[in-house]
Structure formats: C-alpha cells, structure tokens
C-alpha cells in the first residue's frame, strides 16, 4: 500500500513539474543491440543469400524491435502536453520585427528548450521504427521476388519419355531409404521387446481406433434418425448438423488413435513416422471431404441443399468433393514430405558441383513425372464439378433478383472451374509444374472453403430461425444475410494463404490497419474508429432517452401547443447529435484542425453539389424555431392542401385529404406562399350561395337563410350570419349565406347540414330553387318540310344505301386503332385529366371557403 501511494505521488509530481526530470523511461529501447540488428538485417536483403528460415527469423526480431519503437512513441506524453499548454498560455509569439517582454521571451524560451528535450525520445523512436518498416518491406519484397521466380520456373517437360526415368529413379530412392531405415529398426538385439511391452495398450488403442473408423459414422446416423423422430421441425435441422459432427471427429480420432497404437510400437522411424502422419492427414482430408459432401450434396431431401441437382448428380457431387480433397491432400503433406525426403536423399549424397546439378536435375524431372498423372486426374475432376454447378443453373428456377446474383456467381464458379481445369495441365504438361500446382490445387482448397462458408451459413440461419421462430421470413430476413456477410470475411484470410500468402504478410497488414491510416494529418485506427463509435452511440442514446422523457413526461404537463413540444424536442436531437458528435471526435483525439482544408473543399462541394439539400435543412430549422406551421395544421402550399403530419429535417410530409402523401422540401414551405387555415385559431368563413327563383319574396328567403344559419351549432353568433342579396341572375335571384364557424375542419358538414334544411324550408314555404330554361325560336319553319320528290328520291336512296350497307356487312373488318383517329379535346386523358382537376376544383371549393 505504501509502495503504491509513493508511485501515486511521484506521477503527481512528474505531472506538476515536466521540466523536472528528462531521464528517459526504463523500457526506453536498447539503440545499441537495434543497430547491431537492423545492420545484419539489411546486409542479409542487400546480398540475397540466405535461406528461407533465416530471414523469417530476422523479420521476426525486426518486428519486435518495431513493437517496442511504437510503444516508446508515447514516452514523456503526458509531460509534452504540460509544456504545450504552458506555451500557449504565454499567447502566440511575434512576428518578424516586433518584440515582447523580455520575462516572457525568457520563459518562452526555457519552455521551447525543455519540450525539445521532452520530445526527444518520441522523435527517435519514431525514426527507428520507419527504419524497421523499411526492412521487414525489404525482406517481404526478397521473399515475394523469390516465390515469383519459383512459381515461374520451367521444369523438364514430364510428356517428355526421356524423364520417365527420373521419376521411377526417385521412388527407388525413396523406397530404398524407408527400407534401410526399417531394417536398422528390426536388426537391433530384441526389436518388439517394446512392443510386447506395450501390448495391451496397443491392442486398446488398435481396437478402439477400428470402432470409430468403422463404425462412428453408422453409430451417428442412426443417432441422427432418433432424435430427428423426437423433434420439431425447426430444431431438427440445428440437431442434425450438430450430431453430424460426430461423423467427422469420430473417424478421425480413430485415425489418430491408430497413428498412436503404431508408435508405441516403436518399430518406426523418424522417415516412417512422417510418412504415417502424411498418411492420416490424407485420410482425415478424406473423411472431412466426406461430411461437407453430406452437406453440400444431401442424400435425401430433408436436407436443405444450396445447389438444385437431381439425386444422381448430387451422388457425383460428393463423389467429385471426396476426390479432389484427397487429390489436394496428396499433394499437400503427403507431397511435401515426398520433396523433403527427396533431397535429403538424392542432394544430401551429392558432393561436388556436377553431382549436385544431376541430383537437382533427378529431383525436378522425378517430382514433375509424379505429380503430373496427379494434375490431370485433379483436372478431371474439376471439370466435372464445372459441369455440375452449370447444370445447377439450368435447373434453378428461382426468378428473384437475389437468387439471379448468386446464381450469376455459381455460373462464373463453373466457368473459372472448366478454366483451371483445361490451362493447368497444358502448364504442367509444357513444364511449368509449380504454376500448375498453384493453380489446380488452391481451387480445390478454396473450394472447400466456399463449401464451408455455406454450410456454416446454413446452420447459423437454422439457429436464428429455431430462436426467433420466423419459419415463413427468418431465412430472407437481415440478420442471415448479414451472418454471411460475416463468415464471407472470416473466410477471405485463410482464402489469402490459400493462395500463396504468408502468415507474415497477413500479420503486417494486420499490423498496420491497427496503426490506422492518415488523411491529411489525422490518424484513423480501429481502434480511433471504435471509441468514436461507442462514445457517439452512447450520446445518441442519451438524446433518445431524454427526447422521450421531455415528450411523454414533460412537455405534455405544460401550456405549450403541440407545434411547439414538437420543435422542443426536434431541437433537442440536433443538438443531441451535435454534441455526441463533438464529445466522441474528442473522446477519440481526433483533431479536426488538420482537417481544415478538407472542410474547406467541402463547402465548395456544399455550395454546388449539396445546395439544395443544404437549403432545405436550414429551412427546416427555421421551421422548427419560427414555427409557421406545425404538426397538425391544415396548410395549403403549391396547390396541394392537407394536414401537416411530420416535420423532417429536408422535408415536410403532408396528408391531403384523398388521404395521399406529398413531400414538400421545406425550402419551398420558407420562400413559397402557404396558407395555414388553422393557425392559431381554427375558426374560419363559410359561404353557401342560393339561387331562388324570380317573383319570390326576397325578404322572406332572407329571414329564411338567417334562420338556417342561426341554426347551425358551429355558427358562431359573434360575428352573426349574413345573408346578402347578391343580384339578378340570367335564371334567378342570386342570395349568400356568409358565416363564422368556430372550427373551420367541419366546413364540409355544415355546408351540407345547410344545404339540406334550405331545401327543406324553401319546400314548405312554397319557395321555387330554379333551373336554367331556354326559348328556341325559328326564323324558317318551312325548311323543315322536304317537298315530296325530294322525300321519294330520299327514300330511294336510303333504300340503296341500306342495301349496300348490307353488302358491306357481309365484308366489314373488324374497327383497328387506326379507325378511331386522332382524340378530340375532352376526350381521352387529356379529358380526364381536365375531369379529375374539375372534380378537384370543385372539392376544392367546397371544402375551403
């Protein structure tokens, strides 16, 4: 405790007083041994020498050297930032040609010195560490230069029969080594006296490891089958999949006892003992092989399968998955054992410079005569499984557009298939055997990983749809594809080291995605990004919860309008937002005054390409403060009427009364005419014109119309009704009814109400509501007597045209859009568009004043 309030008070006082002491901090690195390493490291890159394992080794201790570089960058940080500050208090210092006081140039001065000194070490590590970015991209750059030349390299042609030799030439050798190596193994004086010895655990592990490679994978299915009699639908398909484990690990623990049961013999050897463990990886690789074509291919069709192939196809699917992954197996451990012990035997005997190149010459010739059968029947095979996802293609009948993208993705699939499948074996069949290999063999394998990623998919939505219980919707939901999207990710770095990439390389990209990337001066980081992330998130939620406090606790308990709760609490997000942005961007260090130019272009861009989106957001907080309209109101802007139900941040959406949004941006509710009927009061003016006919007593349909106004119980009395006798019609007395309602909403139903006791008074005063009348007079009655000839002539001719017109019924074709012609005004849309504005117009009319 005493020890810990010491540390305490020596960290208060180093913080009070930086100036105090510069001595370096005890993990300050060792210069001297990084000298001495960074040295070697980059002799090693300038003469291109060394084998593999030894610049793996230097890399390794560079990269070291560069963790404790990036740690020491921090040193005297908190003391650097004092002395910042106590500068900056002293103001900024002058110009060219002035002075200032000479206690404060002093002091100014003194501060200058001891951040120098304070900054020293930082500066240094960070110049030892740019060194050591600088060799290990060296040594990756020797490393991928020599991985380049070995992918290219022309080997003797294994078409060539002149190489058969070769290959037959290093299985002897091989075979001969494994035999003089077992032999040594059974000439010692008692060679099973340790296998007697061990006997019971041997014949233990021996009969155990048969059970499960025998038996296991029967043992599981009939598992599988009784616990999918017991369950329901949807956990059934979870079980399966988990219970189908069982048919990969079993026979693979049996494989592993078995490699186990052979060592406790000890009769084997330490070549013996890497071919055995090349064996059971070939073995294991099947069995994996195995259970992912299970699942890929299904037997049955229980089994959602993600490719549509008939029961005989989906049965050469996994006989085509077992047999690339045993090819890809072979060539992987079992080959790389094969080339090891190769040159131990062949280049290991050789001695001068001659024998060393025939050595070399055997093993490239031998190894190129054995892998090549192995090419071409991985090729084979490849080619087929090309053809089986085409086949998927024309079996698909799915019409949606996601099923169309992935079943883009499954044809270009089978066409990059048929592709390695045809150019690697001419490149292994010209010479270029490790182009080929490359290339044939990390399909396989990526492959297998493409299956793996689906499988783990489909599981992974069985599980989400066995918890959420959405059978109908939880498959195409958000939540699986972005659970895909995720093992999608996962998937790419095993693919990059698939394909040739080192562990190193992965874990220097690693390195500096968490050093961050600088845009103009300011350093972005995971972990930047995360604090940033939280912090924001936090304070959007902060501002939700007090948005909703003020909404549903405060705000209602007081005399503000709706309108104006409304504005408080939109005013209160912004700013929300505006201050967990702040407060997170600070929380991260991130320092925007290296972003000024930046935020300079960016207004150029605002004030171009984001004027109008600007406009209209400013528009809205103008809406929100000034309040001309709000939520609730019956507005009229652009010839569009309704009730305003949201106010955003760009728009404004209101509800007319055909019961239809429209969008308004807000800029046009700002610099546009609107009409708010219902701000601040919602009392409006109704007119109602009456025609009576003439002759009627024009004092007794005033008193009438007063009567019915008066009758209305939202009329208001003060101002009274009026009725105006307006004039003289072509057809009637023409008489207005002008009154106030005290709720301008229910105009319609007043009208009517009105206009139904009008009709009902004038009927029982006996009051005439005319219609418009005309006299039609003729100024030559006699034109429309024909003279008899004419009539009989007429009659003739009528009798003719009839008898053509049968004629020409018989011959008549059927009326062709042609027939019609061009539409007249009033017809068509042109019509009915004038026909809904006349229907809207009079609505219009009848439902505002």
Not at 613 to 632: A, D, H, K, T, W
Not at 688 to 693: I, L, T
Request: glycine residues 8%; aromatic residues 6%; negative net charge.
């Amino acid at each position: 405790m005493i020890l810990r309030l010491a540390r305490l008070l020596l960290l208060a006082v180093a913080l009070a007083l930086p100036g105090i002491g510069f001595a370096q901090s005890p993990d300050t690195p060792d210069y001297k041994a990084w000298e001495q390493t960074a040295t070697e490291a980059e002799k090693m890159v300038q003469a291109d020498q060394a084998q593999r394992p030894a610049f793996d080794k230097i890399r390794q201790e560079v990269v070291n050297w560069r963790e404790k570089f990036k740690a020491a960058e921090d040193i005297n940080a908190s003391q650097i930032s004092t002395v910042k500050a106590q500068i900056e208090a002293l103001g900024p210092p002058p110009k060219e040609g002035e002075s200032e006081d000479q206690a404060i140039a002093d002091r100014r001065k003194k501060l200058n010195d001891e951040l120098a000194k304070l900054q020293a070490p930082a500066l240094r590590a960070t110049e030892a560490a740019s060194r050591a970015d600088s060799i290990v991209a060296n040594i990756d750059q020797v490393l991928r230069a020599r991985q380049t030349d070995k992918l290219l390299r022309l080997t003797p042609s294994p078409l060539n029969p002149i190489n058969w030799p070769e290959g037959v030439k290093v299985l002897t050798g091989l075979t001969s080594e494994l035999a003089s190596e077992m032999g040594q193994q059974l000439d010692q004086p008692d060679p099973y006296a340790n296998a007697r010895n061990n006997a019971p655990a041997i014949v233990g592990l021996l009969l155990v490891a048969l059970m499960l490679v025998l038996r296991g994978r029967t043992w599981i299915d009939k598992l599988a089958d009784v616990l999918e009699a017991r369950l329901a639908r949807n956990a059934q398909r979870v079980i399966d999949f988990i219970v189908s484990l069982g048919q990969l690990l079993l026979p693979i623990a049996g494989i592993a006892l078995l490699e186990a049961a052979l060592v406790q013999t000890e009769l084997f050897g330490a070549r013996w003992l890497e071919l055995l463990l090349a064996i059971g990886v070939v073995l294991s690789a099947a069995f994996v092989a195995f259970w992912l074509s299970g699942r890929i291919f299904p037997r049955n069709d229980r089994q959602a399968a993600p490719f549509t192939l008939q029961s005989e196809r989906r049965r050469e699917g996994r006989v085509l998955t077992i047999s690339l992954a045993v090819f890809a197996a072979i060539q992987g451990p079992f080959g790389d054992w094969l080339v090891a012990r190769g040159q131990d035997v062949f280049e290991g005997s050789a001695k001068t410079a001659k024998e060393i190149d025939a050595a070399g010459h055997t093993l490239d010739a031998g190894f190129g005569v054995l892998v090549f059968p192995l090419q071409v029947l991985a090729a084979i095979a490849l080619f087929r499984f090309g053809q089986l996802l085409r086949r998927h293609l024309r079996n698909e009948t799915n019409g949606s557009e996601e099923g169309a993208f992935r079943d883009r993705l499954v044809g270009a699939l089978g066409n990059a298939l048929i592709g390695v499948a045809v150019v690697a074996p001419v490149l292994g069949g010209i010479g270029y055997i490790n182009a080929a290999n490359a290339l044939i063999f990390p399909t396989i394998l990526t492959l297998g990983l493409i299956a793996l990623v689906l499988v783990l998919n489909q599981f992974f939505t069985d599980v989400y749809v066995l918890v959420t219980r959405r059978e109908d919707d939880g498959r195409d939901s958000l939540i699986p594809a972005l659970i895909g999207f995720l093992l999608g990710l996962l998937a790419m770095p095993p693919a990059a080291l698939i394909w040739g990439a080192r562990p190193a390389d992965l874990a220097e990209m690693w390195t500096r995605f968490q050093n961050g990337i600088s845009v103009s001066g300011v350093t972005i980081s995971p972990g930047i990004f995360l604090t940033f992330a939280i912090v924001f998130v936090i304070g959007l939620m902060v501002t939700r919860l007090l948005q909703g406090a003020l909404k549903t606790s405060l705000l209602p308990k007081t005399k503000i309008d709706k309108g104006g709760q409304n504005a408080i609490v939109s005013g209160l997000g912004y700013l929300g937002i505006f201050l967990a942005a702040i407060i997170a961007i600070s929380s991260a260090g991130i320092d925007l005054s290296s972003l000024a130019i930046v935020a300079g272009a960016l207004s150029v861009g605002v004030g171009f390409g984001l004027q109008t989106i600007v406009q209209n957001f400013v528009s809205g907080i103008i809406l929100l403060i000034e309040r001309p309209i709000s939520e609730g109101d019956w507005i009229e802007v652009n010839g569009q009427m309704g009730i305003v139900k949201a106010i955003s941040v760009r728009s404004t959406r209101i509800e007319t009364f055909d019961r239809t949004e429209v969008i308004v941006p807000n800029a046009d509710l700002i610099s546009g005419q609107v009409t708010n009927w219902t701000r601040g009061n919602v009392t409006g003016r109704l007119i109602v014109p009456v025609g009576v006919a003439y002759g009627t007593d024009t004092r007794k349909v005033e008193k009438i119309l007063h009567e019915v106004a008066a009758n209305q119980s939202l009329v208001m009395m003060n101002p009274e009704p009026v009725v105006m006798f307006k004039g003289f019609g072509a057809d009637s007395l023409d008489f207005e009814v002008r009154v106030i309602l005290s709720d301008v909403n229910f105009i319609l139903r007043v009208q009517s109400e009105m206009n139904h006791e009008i009709n009902q008074r004038f009927a029982e005063a006996g009051i005439e509501i005319p219609f418009a009348q005309r006299d039609v007079w003729l100024r030559n009655p006699e034109v429309l007597r024909p003279k008899e000839d004419e009539a009989e002539k007429d009659a003739d001719d009528s009798e003719t045209s009839a008898d053509e017109s049968e004629d020409d019924s018989d011959t008549k074709h059927p009326v062709t859009r042609a027939d019609y012609g061009k539409p007249q005004p009033g017809e068509g849309p042109e019509g009915m568009e004038e026909q809904r504005h006349d229907t809207s117009d009079g609505e219009a009319d009848a439902g505002d004043r």
